[in-house]
């Protein structure tokens, strides 16, 4: 059996998640036990970003990385940032169809992940978890499309930074 198309005898497309891994996690709580006598509701702040790098030819690698910040007044109750990276092979895939993939498709595939460990990590504090929102990953994608034309930027760049 062959990766040809019988009628064109070009090879088909290739898209394979190979693994799903957490890259980085940290936990901060600079002000605990003290801050956990404090009764008022936090601020909490969500940066997201999306990042993508060839490995080998044929394989990327694409990053989502969350930085959550939690305050209180002026205090921080806890900062968490977690990175959450995948491997992707993609071959006989068309040039302009790369970035979409690359920015919508794989980080859609792994957020799920990170999201889970996220809500762990802030858990384990002993506070209520913060549950990530869903992220439109093509809105978030055509977004940093139009920054990057504005900004006269080359298409296809490799990050993406955006506040949740």
Same mark, same amino acid.
Do not use: R
């Given at each position: 059996m062959t990766d040809t198309t019988p009628a064109t005898g070009a090879q088909a497309p290739v898209f394979q998640l190979q693994r799903v891994y957490l890259?980085? $996690?940290? +936990?901060?709580? @600079?002000?605990? @036990? #003290? !801050?956990? +006598?404090?009764?008022? $509701?936090? $601020?909490?702040? !969500? #940066?997201?970003?999306?990042?993508?790098?060839?490995?080998i030819e044929n394989v990327h690698e694409v990053v989502v990385r969350v930085t959550a910040t939690a305050k209180i007044k002026d205090k921080v109750l806890f900062l968490v940032e977690g990175k959450q990276g995948g491997i992707f092979e993609m071959r006989n895939i068309p040039a302009e169809q790369m970035g979409p !993939?690359?920015?919508?498709?794989? @980080?859609?595939i792994i957020y799920p992940y990170l999201r889970s460990n996220i809500a762990d990590l802030i858990t384990r504090t002993g506070l209520p978890p913060v549950h990530l929102a869903e992220i439109n990953f093509e809105a978030f994608y055509s977004q940093k499309m139009a920054a990057m034309a504005q900004q006269g930027a080359p298409a296809g760049g490799n990050g993406a930074a955006a506040n949740a």
């Open positions: 890259k980085d $996690a940290s +936990l901060e709580m @600079p002000h605990a @036990p #003290q !801050i956990f +006598l404090d009764s008022e $509701a936090p $601020a909490v702040d !969500i #940066q997201l970003e999306v990042s993508n790098a060839p490995v !993939i690359l920015g919508v498709v794989c @980080p859609g």
